[in-house]
């Protein structure tokens, strides 16, 4: 078995693993959070961005069928590529949002995402693709959408560097139920 995919294999296991068996999480056990109607985001950096962090967060408590408001933050390694370069590094972002009906818990590569997207496009959306995040350190973002009726969600984040995967992160979240007009 090559290095990478024994590494990708690990991270996918780390990713579905128990929900108190945390990658990294932000924040509150997933229990004390799903009593709240939402979950903490957990994320996992591939080997080569170990210094790398994603977070997702709802701002506020949207309903089915309303807007919702994502709070996406973290951190990414800056500076030249390799000591003496004069080529930074450059982040790109994608969001997902996918019925966790269909999708329990984000793949750790975006490829594979992707795939589940193309072939569950009713059930999951691609909110934002290539979303540029700078040359590294800190960042945050607001990302609004409309959402659908689905009430039982997950976000899959991803952050990339030309087309290595450098961070996902998954949130769980139940949107309030939508009101009646009229």
Not at 70 to 97: A, M, Q
Not at 161 to 178: E, F, P, Q
Request: contains cysteine.
């Amino acid at each position: 078995m090559s290095n990478r995919l024994g590494v990708l294999l690990l991270l996918i296991a780390l990713l579905v693993s128990a929900p108190g068996a945390s990658v990294h999480a932000a924040g509150q056990r997933p229990a004390e959070a799903a009593a709240q109607g939402g979950w903490k985001s957990e994320y996992a950096a591939a080997p080569n961005f170990p210094e790398s962090e994603l977070y997702l967060d709802v701002k506020g408590r949207p309903q089915a069928s309303g807007r919702v408001r994502l709070k996406v933050w973290g951190t990414n390694r800056s500076g030249p590529i390799s000591p003496g370069s004069s080529i930074t590094y450059t982040y790109d972002l994608d969001l997902f949002v996918a019925a966790r009906s269909v999708v329990k818990a984000c793949p750790v590569a975006f490829d594979e995402m992707r795939s589940i997207f193309i072939a569950n496009g009713d059930k999951t959306a691609h909110l934002y693709s290539g979303l540029h995040l700078g040359e590294g350190g800190a960042f945050k973002k607001v990302l609004p959408y409309k959402s659908g009726t689905t009430r039982k969600v997950l976000y899959c984040a991803y952050v990339r560097w030309i087309i290595d995967d450098v961070v996902v992160s998954g949130l769980k979240h139940n949107l309030r139920k939508a009101k009646r007009r009229g």
